[in-house]
Structures are given as structure tokens and as C-alpha cells.
């Protein structure tokens, strides 16, 4: 059983910059992040391989976030530049330790999830 802790949400202005934290209770072998605003479904934003540190983003947020890991602390962080109003969400930090299903996008592909943390983008 893995247990995943995010942290780093708040409110920040159009153009800010937030660095979400996932901490993982062991090891994990891919990390994604997911976002779910009011009303939408719950999407992808991110994920991470280890080993390799292979990265997947979602194309509305390449050039913007970024996903790292810190192996040695078992989290990874999920970097937030220039962000937007439509980046205003809960995130969810979710792990599997299934290599095979890559950096996957889809939610069912993970099997640990964490509890989320509130971002808030204002105009």
C-alpha cells in the first residue's frame, strides 16, 4: 500500500508560478498528476517514469510545467509557471507501480491516489 501526500496548492495571480509536492509513503514506479476544476471531469496534466525520469505532459501545459522526481525523498514535484485562469483546480497526485503502463494518461491505470490540493488561478 502506497500512500501519496500532495502539498504546494494555493492562490496565485495569472502569470504566477506554484510547485506542487507528491510524497510517497514507498517507492513508486510512474507518478502522474491529474486536475479536475468544478463541473469537469477529472484530466491529465502530467506524469513521470522512474527509472529514466521519462516525462509526459499534456499539451495545453508543455512550455509551462514541468515533472521531476527526487528519488532519495520518494516525491515528485509538479513545477507550475505562467499559469491561467483554466489551470484553476483541485490536483491529484496518483501512482502505480506497474512499469508497463508507461507514462500513462488514463486515471484507471493508477492505483494510488492522494487527496488532492486546491489551485486557485485569479484573473
Known amino acids: 500500500q502506497v500512500q501519496l501526500v500532495e502539498s504546494g496548492g494555493g492562490l496565485v495571480q495569472a502569470g504566477g508560478s506554484l510547485r506542487l509536492s507528491c510524497a510517497a509513503s514507498?517507492?513508486?514506479?510512474?507518478t502522474g498528476w491529474f486536475r479536475q476544476a468544478p463541473g469537469k471531469e477529472r484530466e491529465f496534466v502530467a506524469a513521470?517514469?522512474?527509472?529514466?525520469?521519462?516525462?509526459n505532459l499534456q499539451d495545453s501545459v508543455k512550455g509551462r510545467f514541468t515533472v521531476s522526481r527526487d528519488n532519495a525523498k520518494n516525491t515528485v514535484y509538479l513545477q507550475m509557471n505562467s499559469l491561467k485562469p483554466e489551470d484553476t483546480g483541485v490536483y491529484y497526485c496518483?501512482?502505480?507501480?506497474?512499469?508497463?503502463?508507461?507514462?500513462?494518461?488514463?486515471?484507471?491505470?493508477?492505483?494510488?491516489w492522494g487527496q488532492g490540493t486546491q489551485v486557485t488561478v485569479s484573473s
Open positions: 496518483a501512482a502505480t507501480l506497474r512499469p508497463w503502463v508507461g507514462a500513462s494518461s488514463r486515471p484507471g491505470d493508477y492505483g494510488y
Open positions: 513521470i517514469i522512474t527509472p529514466g525520469s521519462n516525462t
Open positions: 514507498g517507492r513508486t514506479v510512474v
